[in-house]
């Protein structure tokens, strides 16, 4: 068997199971999408009601896109593709960097360049395997929309879009891999980037120019910046327009290149933007444990705390634009609701509601990376020197614990303050401000419910932290903040946290589900200490 072809089964074996979950994922997020779609606007003239009111609203033409035509098909696009693209994107940038900066971070790249394989090998391998995996992703779509009715032309388009959009975001993390000298770094970079190309498309269909009919639109430049942009703009099922997608490919030729260039200039293990260096003598609050763990997390949590105030910014600014909605149309209100399992209340609230779940999901995220690097401590060996202090393993975890919770409560702090005060530089209400606290609040139990399961996870599991952690986290975002708008079963949505996270409707908020999730938050989290007494070091 030849090098590159083992180096291509050891990427397969080795994520299997993940990429089991993320490409059938996708896939049933797209059959969903097309049942919910069919189920709930089968009727021309409720789609055409729902169009006009979009294309009158940038706050739902910035969360989905612009539409394209009334027809069945088309409406499943505008529905779903942008969400599609980016969990492609995010998948892939993962990728990447797992199999590049973290072997490098691990040590393994070096060993492996001292094989027959060399430094370039395992780059090709990875550009290969990436590309491999994009064509099943791509296809599986496009295998979802057939099997849910949709038009087999418009279908295969909408498959190589997505598979498109994931491979630029491949090159993304490659990329990202070569400008930051930790694989925490690079996720945090390719992953902004995917935010970023969202939010630049977003304000492009936002600021699109609408046809006579208002059935149609035409995207500002904006959106021809962004490659989810370029995706859109196949116009599935409508146009069935590859030719965008040759920007998708110059991109990541490009960036491929610039790879290969960055690869052959530097060390193993250096990188683009070396770290600064560090202090001769450590400061006098760096002697506990506790203070080691925020020391090793605080940039991280910067990161995820500055995506948790765009978000509430984007809340506060829209806010406005969403109240006029429930009188152009109630049936958006419907539509709103649809993403907040047992949603009342205004449709301001609902909106405030749905965009804090996304804020939510940020603080999860965040919580879950700081259990993952507590795992990462194990693995390289420099937790043993700290727990060869008088450090016990419990003050170890309880010091993380700790740091996890804090992370948690900063990111939603930020977010709730954004909106606040976004809310009030456009002249909103006092309540306004109310309500954004009262959603950042509501989002705490659920975040904090991934924090101790991930925790347990460690202690019991510890080879399982990182595979497990991403993906109950992507299972959880998935079902709870898209189950509604695909038209998911209602017991499949009951598993995400996020389903049960309170919707702050003033006094007559119901917050038994955030108390019964901050309840076995609390059992979970000693759970894991007292497990953790017992538990030894495991570094394989």
Same mark, same amino acid.
């Given at each position: 068997?030849?090098?590159?072809?083992?180096?291509?089964?050891?990427?397969?074996?080795?994520?299997?199971?993940?990429?089991?979950?993320?490409?059938?994922?996708?896939?049933?997020?797209?059959?969903?999408?097309?049942?919910?779609?069919?189920?709930?606007?089968?009727?021309?003239?409720?789609?055409?009601s729902?169009?006009?009111?979009?294309?009158?609203n940038?706050?739902?033409?910035?969360?989905?896109?612009?539409?394209?035509?009334?027809?069945?098909? !088309?409406?499943?696009?505008?529905?779903?593709?942008?969400?599609?693209?980016?969990?492609?994107?995010?998948?892939n940038?993962?990728?990447?960097?797992?199999?590049?900066r973290?072997?490098?971070?691990?040590?393994?790249?070096?060993?492996?360049?001292?094989?027959p394989?060399?430094?370039?090998?395992?780059?090709?391998?990875t550009?290969?395997? @990436?590309?491999?995996?994009?064509?099943?992703?791509?296809?599986?779509? *496009?295998?979802?929309?057939?099997?849910?009715?949709?038009?087999?032309?418009?279908?295969?388009? =909408?498959?190589? =879009?997505?598979?498109?959009?994931?491979?630029?975001?491949?090159?993304?993390?490659?990329?990202?891999? !070569?400008?930051?000298?930790?694989?925490? @770094?690079?996720? @945090?970079?390719?992953?902004?980037?995917?935010?970023?190309?969202?939010?630049?498309?977003?304000?492009?269909?936002?600021?699109?120019?609408?046809?006579?009919?208002?059935?149609?639109?035409?995207?500002?430049?904006?959106?021809?910046?962004?490659?989810?942009?370029?995706?859109?703009?196949?116009?599935?099922?409508?146009?069935?327009?590859?030719?965008?997608?040759?920007?998708?490919?110059?991109?990541?030729?490009?960036?491929?290149?610039?790879?290969? &260039?960055?690869?052959? !200039?530097?060390?193993?293990? *250096?990188?683009?933007?070396?770290?600064?260096?560090?202090?001769?003598?450590?400061?006098?609050?760096?002697?506990?444990?506790?203070?080691?763990?925020?020391?090793?997390?605080w940039?991280?949590?910067?990161?995820?705390?500055?995506?948790? *105030?765009?978000?509430?910014?984007?809340?506060?600014?829209?806010?406005?634009?969403?109240?006029?909605?429930?009188?152009?149309?109630?049936?958006?209100?419907?539509?709103?609701?649809?993403?907040?399992?047992?949603?009342?209340?205004?449709?301001?609230?609902?909106?405030?509601?749905?965009?804090?779940?996304?804020?939510? &999901?940020?603080?999860?995220?965040?919580?879950?990376?700081?259990?993952?690097?507590?795992?990462?401590? %194990?693995?390289?060996?420099?937790? %043993? !020197?700290?727990?060869?202090?008088?450090?016990?393993?419990?003050?170890?975890?309880?010091?993380?614990?700790?740091?996890?919770?804090?992370?948690?409560?900063?990111?939603?702090?930020?977010?709730? &303050?954004?909106?606040?005060?976004?809310?009030?530089?456009?002249?909103d209400?006092?309540?306004?401000?109310?309500?954004?606290?009262?959603?950042?609040?509501?989002?705490?139990?659920?975040?904090?419910?991934?924090?101790?399961?991930?925790?347990?996870?460690?202690?019991?599991?510890?080879?399982?932290?990182?595979?497990?952690?991403?993906?109950?986290?992507?299972?959880?975002?998935?079902f709870?903040?898209?189950?509604?708008?695909?038209?998911?079963?209602?017991w499949?949505?009951?598993?995400?946290?996020?389903?049960?996270?309170?919707?702050?409707?003033?006094?007559?908020?119901?917050?038994?589900?955030?108390?019964?999730?901050?309840?076995i938050?609390?059992?979970?989290?000693? *759970?894991?200490?007292?497990?953790?007494?017992?538990?030894?070091?495991?570094?394989?």
């Amino acid at each position: 068997m030849s090098t590159l072809a083992t180096l291509l089964l050891q990427r397969l074996r080795r994520d299997r199971l993940q990429l089991v979950i993320w490409i059938f994922g996708i896939a049933l997020l797209a059959l969903f999408s097309v049942s919910a779609v069919e189920k709930t606007y089968g009727d021309p003239a409720g789609r055409a009601s729902i169009l006009q009111l979009a294309v009158a609203n940038p706050s739902i033409l910035m969360l989905r896109g612009t539409p394209e035509g009334g027809g069945l098909d !088309q409406f499943v696009f505008f529905e779903i593709f942008t969400f599609i693209a980016v969990l492609a994107g995010l998948m892939n940038t993962f990728l990447a960097v797992r199999h590049s900066r973290a072997e490098e971070e691990s040590g393994r790249a070096e060993l492996l360049a001292a094989t027959p394989a060399g430094r370039t090998l395992p780059s090709v391998a990875t550009i290969i395997y @990436g590309a491999l995996v994009n064509v099943a992703i791509g296809t599986f779509v *496009a295998l979802a929309f057939i099997a849910g009715g949709l038009d087999p032309k418009g279908s295969f388009i =909408a498959g190589c =879009a997505t598979a498109a959009v994931g491979l630029t975001f491949l090159a993304v993390g490659l990329f990202a891999a !070569q400008l930051m000298r930790t694989s925490r @770094g690079a996720n @945090g970079v390719a992953a902004a980037a995917v935010t970023g190309a969202y939010v630049i498309r977003g304000i492009g269909d936002a600021l699109a120019t609408p046809a006579a009919d208002h059935l149609n639109m035409t995207p500002a430049w904006w959106s021809w910046v962004s490659p989810i942009g370029w995706g859109q703009q196949t116009l599935a099922f409508d146009a069935n327009n590859l030719t965008p997608l040759l920007l998708n490919l110059a991109l990541t030729a490009a960036l491929l290149a610039l790879v290969f &260039v960055l690869q052959g !200039q530097r060390d193993s293990g *250096a990188s683009l933007l070396s770290g600064r260096l560090g202090r001769v003598d450590a400061r006098s609050t760096l002697s506990t444990s506790l203070a080691l763990a925020w020391r090793l997390q605080w940039p991280t949590v910067v990161g995820w705390c500055v995506g948790g *105030a765009l978000g509430g910014l984007l809340t506060g600014t829209l806010a406005n634009a969403v109240s006029g909605a429930a009188t152009a149309d109630p049936t958006v209100e419907k539509v709103m609701a649809s993403l907040i399992p047992g949603g009342k209340g205004s449709l301001v609230q609902l909106f405030i509601s749905a965009i804090f779940v996304m804020v939510g &999901v940020l603080a999860a995220a965040c919580a879950t990376q700081v259990i993952i690097r507590m795992r990462q401590e %194990e693995v390289s060996g420099t937790a %043993e !020197q700290v727990l060869a202090t008088r450090v016990s393993r419990v003050r170890w975890l309880v010091g993380y614990f700790t740091v996890g919770t804090a992370s948690i409560v900063l990111v939603l702090l930020s977010g709730a &303050v954004a909106s606040a005060l976004s809310a009030l530089a456009v002249g909103d209400t006092s309540a306004r401000v109310g309500d954004s606290f009262a959603a950042a609040t509501a989002q705490l139990p659920a975040a904090l419910l991934y924090l101790s399961a991930l925790a347990l996870v460690f202690v019991a599991l510890p080879a399982w932290t990182v595979g497990l952690g991403w993906t109950l986290l992507g299972l959880g975002t998935v079902f709870g903040l898209f189950g509604g708008l695909v038209g998911m079963p209602e017991w499949l949505r009951n598993l995400s946290p996020f389903t049960h996270s309170p919707v702050p409707i003033g006094t007559s908020t119901d917050w038994s589900g955030g108390i019964w999730m901050l309840c076995i938050a609390v059992v979970v989290a000693l *759970a894991a200490t007292a497990t953790m007494t017992r538990r030894e070091l495991n570094t394989a």
